[in-house]
């Protein structure tokens, strides 16, 4: 869908805000100190699910104390679609000598279906990965079984189309420091 200003401005006015920035920093924070505790001792590396987690990952990863590596991993089963399709589309995997033998942290801002982490979950364990943790700032209550579920969850959200702080909607508004229930009703 193609959108301009009034319209994506429009998407916003029509949509409620479901968590404040606050409310999201007060999370992030929390998820730090306990993934700070959980890494102790290690250098794990932390895996940006892109294009959704990259604000949730540098919120998180800036609270962390320990030391990290950081990187980068996508895939997708959404494209530009509201809902996800049938099949994952891989547009970057790391290397396997950069998560071989290694804690791995998935970053991402939102486990949907949870499809496309399991796939990522389980390619990093076939590299290699020593362990594989995921870490989502978003849960959304389906109300059905997923194929996994994450280590960490900032906070659940009901079963609604979510947009803002990295979640977007027709690729616009991911910059927003907010979550909003996208209202569909123009």
């Known amino acids: 869908m193609q959108l301009d200003y009034t319209k994506a401005q429009q998407i916003i006015k029509n949509s409620t805000v479901l968590f404040t920035e606050e409310q999201l920093s007060q ?30 990952a540098a919120e998180l990863t800036k609270r962390l104390k320990n030391p990290i590596t950081c990187d980068y991993i996508h895939a997708s089963r959404y494209g530009d679609a509201l809902y996800g399709a049938s099949h994952i589309t891989w547009y970057r995997q790391p290397k396997a000598e950069m998560i071989r033998g290694k804690l791995v942290y998935v970053i991402d801002d939102i486990l949907d279906e949870g499809h496309t982490i399991a796939e990522i979950k389980r390619f990093l364990m076939n590299a290699g990965a020593k362990d594989c943790k995921v870490a989502v700032l978003v849960n959304k209550e389906i109300g059905r079984e997923k194929p996994i579920y994450a280590d960490h969850v900032g906070i659940n959200a009901p079963n609604h189309f979510l947009f803002g702080f990295g979640m977007d909607i027709f690729e616009i508004n991911r910059n927003l420091p907010q979550i909003y229930i996208y209202n569909n009703n123009d």
């Open 27 to 56: 999370v992030i924070d929390t998820l730090a100190k306990n993934i700070d505790a959980e890494i102790a001792g290690e250098l794990p590396v932390f895996l940006t699910v892109m294009n959704g987690g990259m604000m949730f």
